[in-house]
């Protein structure tokens, strides 16, 4: 069974800075891909940044250039570095992997930036 445990969100003021942090722990076979996902009140939860087992990543259009995805492969450990925050940046940010079996969800962390 694999569980992810994110932290780091929170609330900051627009043009601030957080960095979101997801633990991965379990046996965790045949890695994917890990991605981070965020869901806004009353939306559907919108894919904000991913990045396969060999390292290519991908943005959506509106957090490129502001936000960036990584991996600490030793620690099994995946971060989102955001900046320069906007408003509508505002919402639950959830942990996602994916492997050649299952996919595993975190329980999500609050962001909220205000302007």
């Known amino acids: 069974q694999v569980r992810l445990a994110e932290s780091g969100g929170g609330s900051v003021q627009a043009g601030g800075s957080l960095r979101l942090s997801c633990a991965a722990s379990?046996?965790?076979?045949?890695?994917?891909?890990m991605a981070w996902y965020r869901q806004a009140p009353g939306k559907q939860r919108d894919l904000v940044a991913s990045?396969?087992?060999?390292?290519?990543?991908n943005y959506a259009e509106s957090v490129r250039g502001r936000f960036t995805i990584s991996r600490d492969n030793a620690k099994n450990t995946l971060y989102l570095q955001m900046n320069s925050l906007k408003a509508e940046d505002t919402a639950v940010f959830y942990c996602y992997l994916v492997t050649w079996g299952q996919n595993y969800w975190g329980q999500g962390t609050q962001v909220t930036v205000s302007s």
């Open positions: 379990g046996s965790i076979s045949g890695l994917r891909l």
């Open positions: 990045i396969t087992a060999g390292g290519f990543t």
